[in-house]
T-cell receptor, first 108, second 113 residues
Framework: KNEVEQSPQNLTAQEGEFITINCSYSVGISALHWLQQHPGGGIVSLFMLSSGKKKHGRLIATINIQEKHSSLHITASHPRDSAVYICAGSNTGNQFYFGTGTSLTVIP | DVKVTQSSRYLVKRTGEKVFLECVQDMDHENMFWYRQDPGLGLRLIYF???????EKGDIPEGYSVSREKKERFSLILESASTNQTSMYLC????????????FGSGTRLTVV
């Protein structure tokens, strides 16, 4: 079993829809990361959070430490949001635990 | 703009060849990492380095070695490439404190034939 589990694995949405990707973790972490990877491209860090909620444009990330759960929300989704979204946990020992990613396709 | 640069986007090598993947960062980061990414398995850590000339094995170091002679450069070496090393390889760097999180390179897709 992975230390970090994401759901769903694949997601297709219509442009404009509200999207939620979920992440659960079973190990102790000090920070939770949301990463974005476009096809054939590198990985961009979207958020790093240890509590509460962060917002950047149409993206919102939340974390519930007691439940060991985080969500990434995309409001008013757009085809350019199509990418793989990866959840990762890190601890103070610089160890990272990666989820296997959620592949999002937004259809015009 | 801060960057992690990987020397090649696509690489095709023959079985048994020695392969060098180069990674350079311009952020004065202490930590550097090499991952491979495979479908259904996510990112797996091969090696990491906390400082010049220091290296630590990750989860899947077999068949790989690394070199960090300068702070900004971290090289991944496949001593004798095999077909099961066909993968996407990603380099990343971070400050020692990880205060700014990770910065990833754009990846090298290696095919071993």
């Amino acid at each position: 079993k992975n230390e970090v589990e994401q759901s769903p694995q694949n997601l297709t949405a219509q442009e404009g829809e509200f999207i939620t990707i979920n992440c659960s973790y079973s190990v102790g972490i000090s920070a939770l990361h949301w990463l974005q990877q476009h096809p054939g491209g590198g990985i961009v860090s979207l958020f790093m959070l240890s509590s509460g909620k962060k917002k950047h444009g149409r993206l919102i990330a939340t974390i519930n430490i007691q439940e060991k759960h985080s969500s990434l929300h995309i409001t008013a989704s757009h085809p350019r949001d199509s990418a793989v979204y990866i959840c990762a946990g890190s601890n103070t020992g610089n160890q990272f635990y990666f989820g296997t990613g959620t592949s999002l396709t937004v259809i015009p | 703009d801060v960057k992690v640069t990987q020397s090649s986007r696509y690489l095709v090598k023959r079985t048994g060849e020695k392969v060098f993947l180069e990674c350079v960062q311009d952020m004065d980061h202490e930590n550097m990492f090499w991952y491979r990414q495979d479908p259904g398995l996510g990112l797996r850590l091969i090696y990491f380095s906390y400082d010049v000339k220091m290296k630590e094995k990750g989860d899947i170091p077999e068949g790989y070695s690394v070199s960090r002679e300068k702070k900004e450069r971290f090289s991944l070496i496949l001593e004798s490439a095999s077909t099961n090393q066909t993968s996407m390889y990603l380099c990343a760097s971070s400050l020692r404190t990880r205060a700014g999180g990770y910065t990833f390179g754009s990846g090298t897709r290696l095919t071993v034939v």
